[in-house]
């Protein structure tokens, strides 16, 4: 670390300290007020070859980097802006969860009334191709593709629906042992 030297805005009192403490608040040792140590680009010379006397003095308030200008928009410049930008919205996922979901309260359901494993099953499908197709829809998948990927995830809804019911079948198991 090097040192830098530099005056007190109040009192003209010279003082040294680490560079580190470059932009913090000290107190001046002459006079005790509050001051800030002067950035390093305050110590960088203008000029190469010629020596300057004067110490930088430190600042009576914080100085914060300034951003450089910006130009007020125009109604029309603003529009063309945004017309440019796309515009992300975050899809509304109640109804995939609904639709991964749905199945498992409807086959209690279905079950009670014994409509049997068929209904089921059916209800299972059903599901995972509404959850699957919704997922290929807010993902805005263009024609064929949106069909390939409503059917990639439909496929993938039937696997999620294997996995859970098995969770529930073991958890099942273990609450009837215990």
């Not at 005056?7 to 800030?36: L, N, T, V, W, Y």
Request: charged share 15%; glycine share 8%.
């Amino acid at each position: 670390m090097s040192e830098i030297k530099f005056a007190c805005p109040h009192c003209s009192q010279h003082i040294a300290c680490e560079d580190i403490c470059c932009g913090e608040s000290i107190d001046c040792p002459g006079c005790g007020r509050e001051m800030f140590v002067p950035r390093q680009a305050a110590f960088i010379p203008l000029q190469e070859g010629k020596i300057t006397v004067a110490l930088p003095v430190a600042s009576k308030e914080r100085q914060y980097p300034r951003s450089a200008a910006l130009d007020l928009w125009s109604e029309e410049e603003w529009e063309r802006h945004a017309s440019k930008m796309e515009v992300h919205q975050h899809p509304n996922l109640l109804p995939l969860w609904v639709f991964l979901l749905l199945p498992f309260f409807s086959a209690f359901i279905l079950i009670r009334y014994r409509m049997g494993a068929v209904a089921v099953g059916i209800g299972f499908v059903l599901c995972a191709l509404a959850s699957g197709f919704y997922l290929a829809k807010i993902q805005q998948k263009p024609g064929v593709r949106m069909i390939l990927m409503g059917g990639l995830y439909s496929f993938a809804a039937l696997g999620v629906y294997v996995a859970m019911s098995f969770g529930l079948l073991f958890v099942g198991c273990l609450v009837a042992v215990m």
